[in-house]
């Protein structure tokens, strides 16, 4: 199970990665990709909107279900990955890298300070 120690993490296995001081890159874990199984489709329709914290920012569909995507922190989403849509198996194989889902600009960076660091992501998990 890859949980890579730079990353904050949320109870519903989103990650999410500083770039500079406001922006950030937001995906789901490996832990969570494992557990859907096969992605087949990610839906994110909220390029553009600010969202609060734990807004529902879009869906990502396995083969035998869909799981809701929520925000790790508030913001503005940017940019969505563009080879997720007709690549979205690279949330399976890289979901740290190739694999990210959306970019926001967080409107509260102080909201990242109630997210978990690794080991505590990794107590959840039971890994």
């Known amino acids: ?15 999410i990665k500083l770039e ?5 890159v937001v995906g789901i ?3 969570a990709q494992g557990e859907l199984g096969d992605i087949v489709y990610v839906e994110i ?9 734990n807004a529902l920012f879009g869906t990502v569909e396995a083969v035998k279900t869909v799981s809701d995507l ?3 922190v508030s913001g503005k989403i940017l940019e969505v990955n563009a080879s ?10 890289n979901p740290y890298t190739e694999g990210w889902m959306i970019k926001i600009e967080m409107t509260n960076p102080a909201e990242l300070d109630a997210l978990l660091d690794a080991a505590a992501y990794q107590a ?3 890994a």
């Open 20 to 24: 500079g001081e406001q922006i950030a």
């Open 124 to 126: 959840l998990i039971g």
């Open 84 to 93: 997720l849509g007709s690549q979205p198996e690279l949330v399976n194989a």
């Open 70 to 72: 929520y925000l790790p």
């Open 45 to 53: 329709e909220t390029v553009g909107e600010t969202l609060d914290q």
């Open 29 to 31: 874990t490996d832990y």
């Open 1 to 15: 199970m890859n949980i890579p120690s730079e990353l904050k993490y949320t109870k519903e296995h989103e990650w």
